[in-house]
Each structure stands twice: as C-alpha cells, then as structure tokens.
C-alpha cells in the first residue's frame, strides 16, 4: 500500500484544513487508518485512528472535539478534519495504514505515507 498525504498548508489559528490520505496498490478496507504528527525537537505523536469500519474512532487529547476522523474505502481515502487550529497544531502530519488498530495506536504500522507540512500562524 501506497499512502500520499495531502491538504496541508498555512493557516490562522482559529482556522481548519482537511487532510487526506489516498492509497493506492491495495484496498485499504481491511486496514484501520491513523494519523501521527511530528514538530521539530519532538518525538512523533499519535493523532486519531479509524478501524476499518469506521465503527471505533480514537483521538489523542489535545485534538478531541477539535479533529475529526473519516474514511471513505470506496475512494480508498481517509480524512482528518482540522477546526480551531492552535499554534501547537503546527507540525508534519502523517498517515498510517495497518491491520491491527491497537498497534497503530502505539505508533507501529506497515505502512506510512510521506507528511504533509501543517504551519498554524498566531
């Protein structure tokens, strides 16, 4: 599987984006879909994930009520809303696709795809 990360840019805080996450090789309707993000000096961190479903969705705190999560495997894409963007948004975003949601949880997965640069301007 081929993952391609798309949508980001620069924005206000207070703004919203909209990734997307497209795959190719392989249908990704087996595979529960993540998102991670990473900030200079930091350590790469856990966003949201999806099950194959769609039917269980987890957040990481300090995006609840703020990012949503979504897929849809009939264009073989995933989705992450982005409201209320805050300075501390700012960071490379990246997708993730595995079979197993509870090791995408913890960072591993079998595929990733290359990030797209989120810039959040105060």
């Known amino acids: 599987v081929q993952l391609q990360a798309s949508g980001g840019g620069l924005v206000q805080a207070g703004g919203s984006l909209r990734l997307s996450c497209a795959a190719s090789?392989?249908?990704?309707?087996?595979?529960?879909m993540g998102w991670f993000r990473q900030s200079p000096g930091k350590e790469r961190e856990f966003v949201s994930l999806?099950?194959?479903?769609?039917?269980?969705?987890d957040y990481a705190n300090s995006v609840k009520g703020r990012f949503t999560i979504s897929r849809d495997n009939g264009k073989n894409t995933a989705y992450l809303q982005m409201n209320s963007l805050k300075t501390e948004d700012t960071a490379v975003y990246y997708c993730?696709?595995?079979?197993?949601?509870?090791?995408?949880?913890?960072?591993?997965?079998?595929?990733w795809g290359l990030g797209t640069q989120v810039t959040v301007s105060s």
């Open positions: 993730a696709a595995t079979i197993n949601r509870e090791f995408l949880r913890r960072g591993h997965s079998e595929f």
């Open positions: 090789g392989r249908a990704i309707s087996r595979y529960a």
């Open positions: 999806i099950n194959w479903s769609g039917g269980y969705i």
